[in-house]
């Protein structure tokens, strides 16, 4: 554990050279600029190119390529993607969708927000190493999933100490960083985690809390609602997937963060920037 722990030290002192070298990538963003504005923003869940088997085992493993990237910019329907290395985390594939999104230079009028595995999957020291890598790797912002306490949250934020994270606290800020709680038991402290500084974003993976309430949707649903309330009294965006009979009910509750997914998810894309006066 002791080498462990050292080599994960190694690689977060690099990455932050490698974060500091590059500080120009992080200019306010649109997404920043709909938020910081009230306004809602519309974003993808990636989709892989093909999977691969990983060890020549039957499990099949995401993959991610540049052209996966290069069709994210070009559409014109959204305003962030949303990338998913919870399961399978793998640096090369946020290196190849940056590098599609932004031909290596960050110049976009798109964001990358890059979901990590959880802190409790494989520690602190390797979620703070990986949400270093991916913010070197070009992403815009961090997703950190399965908060399970205030105490989880405080070591989420610390990882950013030396960020220049956009905040209520900080409205000048360039990088997103994303706190989702969907686990029964944190709930009890949704206000404390909400009033702390230093992050962006706080909100309810409704799925993954719906499949932890035994399949009760309603149950997740109104805690979902709760999250949003305090986000909103905190100044914090809320985000939500949504498809095309929920996102406008979701544009009117004041969800500012949309993300769609599926074979269908330009038209549920369209369907949102309608309801809230927005064509590309």
Request: net charge negative.
């Amino acid at each position: 554990m002791k080498q462990t722990l050292t080599v994960f030290a190694a690689l977060l002192g690099a990455l932050c050279a490698n974060y500091s070298a590059a500080d120009e990538h992080f200019a306010a963003t649109p997404l920043i600029e709909l938020w910081a504005a009230g306004a809602p923003a519309f974003g993808l869940y990636v989709r892989p190119e093909e999977s691969a088997a990983e060890d020549d085992s039957d499990s099949a493993v995401p993959f991610y390529s540049r052209e996966t990237g290069e069709k994210l910019a070009a559409n014109p329907y959204l305003d962030f993607a949303f990338l998913s290395l919870e399961s399978h985390y793998d640096a090369n594939s946020a290196r190849r969708v940056s590098e599609g999104m932004f031909g290596g230079d960050g110049d976009s009028s798109k964001s990358l927000l890059v979901r990590i595995p959880p802190i409790s999957v494989d520690g602190i020291e390797a979620a703070r190493v990986r949400a270093r890598e991916v913010l070197s790797l070009g992403a815009h912002g961090v997703v950190i999933p399965h908060v399970l306490s205030a105490d989880e949250a405080r070591e989420a934020i610390s990882f950013f100490e030396d960020v220049d994270v956009w905040s209520p606290e900080n409205p000048d800020g360039s990088v997103i960083v994303m706190l989702i709680v969907e686990d029964p038991d944190v709930f009890a402290e949704l206000d404390e985690i909400a009033a702390m500084p230093g992050f962006s974003s706080l909100v309810c993976g409704i799925g993954s809390l719906t499949s932890a309430l035994g399949g009760d949707r309603e149950a997740a649903e109104k805690i979902n609602q709760q999250v949003l309330a305090v986000s909103k009294r905190r100044g914090k965006p809320n985000l939500t997937t949504v498809d095309l009979d929920s996102v406008a009910l979701r544009v009117e509750q004041g969800f500012l963060g949309l993300l769609a997914y599926g074979p269908d998810g330009d038209d549920v894309l369209r369907r949102g920037r309608a309801a809230a006066g927005r064509t590309p």
